[in-house]
T-cell receptor
Framework: NAGVTQTPKFRVLKTGQSMTLLCAQD?????MYWYRQDPGMGLRLIHY???????AKGEVPDGYNVSRLKKQNFLLGLESAAPSQTSVYFC????????????FGPGTRLLVL | RKEVEQDPGPFNVPEGATVAFNCTYS??????FFWYRQDCRKEPKLLMS???SGNEDGRFTAQLNRASQYISLLIRDSKLSDSATYLC??????????????FGKGTKLSVKP
């Protein structure tokens, strides 16, 4: 049981390049989330999904797109990377249930030059 | 007013000390509460849930005061391995919130020999 995994662990992009971050979970969780964490800002929600085929915007969605084609995978896309998107990206998942909390992946460090 | 507020610290304490972290939340509709621990350059991990009756897990005690919208975490007999950032987390879990978590920015703890 690997829990939540993220690919890649680290990436350097040039401004304007695109990339996709992959999140996978093997816990059969319905809900999945993408966050970014910046110094002094805490964790901020980018997009989330409450089930296969559904996605919704979080607090800071601009510049990102997501897809949830399979229940176990949640993809975060950057179509045209900007230096402001330099951050650590965390994926999380949780089961359905009012009192349930979230379980995080190890993070992806992204540097946009 | 920010939704979840914490003293950022850092708290620098000697081994064996007792240290307390406080957190306030602004939304009275908040339903569930958690403390997460985040080590440097790692993902947040659930430390403990917080219940109205208060709960204890070894050296850690969490308290919730719904009337004051206040959450606390007490660490007794601090160990070097307790050095980390502690995140106060609230689950709104009402209406369209889909149970999204709101994270405080975290309080940094450094335990010294």
């Amino acid at each position: 049981n690997a829990g939540v995994t993220q690919t890649p662990k680290f990436r350097v992009l040039k401004t304007g390049q695109s990339m996709t971050l992959l999140c996978a979970q093997d816990m059969n969780h319905e809900y999945m989330y993408w966050y970014r964490q910046d110094p002094g800002m805490g964790l901020r929600l980018i997009h989330y999904s409450v089930g296969e085929g559904t996605t919704a915007k979080g607090e800071v969605p601009d510049g990102y797109n997501v897809s949830r084609l399979k229940k176990q995978n949640f993809l975060l896309g950057l179509e045209s990377a900007a230096p402001s998107q330099t951050s650590v990206y965390f994926c999380a998942s949780r089961p359905v249930g009012a009192q349930e909390t979230q379980y995080f992946g190890p993070g992806t460090r992204l540097l946009v030059l | 007013r920010k939704e979840v507020e914490q003293d950022p610290g850092p708290f620098n304490v000697p081994e064996g000390a007792t240290v307390a972290f406080n957190c306030t939340y602004s939304n009275s509709a908040s339903q569930s509460f958690f403390w997460y621990r985040q080590d440097c350059r790692k993902e947040p991990k659930l430390l403990m849930s917080v219940y109205s009756s208060g709960n204890e897990d070894g050296r850690f005690t969490a308290q919730l005061n719904r009337a004051s919208q206040y959450i606390s975490l007490l660490i007794r007999d601090s160990k070097l391995s307790d050095s980390a950032t502690y995140l106060c987390v609230v689950n709104l879990n009402y209406g369209g919130s889909q149970g999204n978590l709101i994270f405080g920015k975290g309080t940094k703890l450094s335990v010294k020999p």
